[in-house]
């Protein structure tokens, strides 16, 4: 049974950081892509990053571009996003998801954490 946890969230002011992390189990880490998403209330969910099986190739949201970073230790079956100068429009319910490298839609997806900042 696939597992991905998130941990790492929660309440901080404009400015901060947080690092979110998503432990995987129950699949060949290595053989999958991951992404984070966010969805704040009242609005769709919205892709944030993504990071492919090596960790060679990232992408991201142009809204978070320059501030966020995501990044994976295959060794520990987890991936991170390292959240730098915190906005109150970052304010969501944070999900990482992994999809199979060959497959272009994201298979399994986590319970989520919530960030919140404040302003």
């Known amino acids: 049974q696939v597992q991905l946890v998130e941990s790492g969230g929660g309440l901080v002011q404009a400015g901060d950081s947080l690092r979110l992390s998503c432990a995987a189990s129950?699949?060949?880490?290595?053989?999958?892509?991951m992404g984070w998403f966010r969805q704040a209330p009242g609005k769709e969910r919205e892709f944030v990053a993504s990071?492919?099986?090596?960790?060679?190739?990232?992408d991201y949201a142009d809204s978070v571009k320059g501030r966020f970073t995501i990044s994976r230790d295959n060794a520990k079956n987890t991936v991170y996003l390292q959240m730098n100068s915190l906005k109150p429009e970052d304010t969501a319910f944070y999900t990482c998801?992994?999809?199979?490298?060959?497959?272009?839609?994201?298979?399994?997806w986590g319970q989520g954490t919530q960030v919140t900042v404040s302003s």
């Open positions: 998801a992994a999809r199979y490298w060959t497959s272009p839609s994201y298979a399994y």
């Open positions: 990071i492919r099986r090596s960790g060679s190739f990232t």
């Open positions: 129950g699949l060949t880490f290595s053989q999958y892509a």
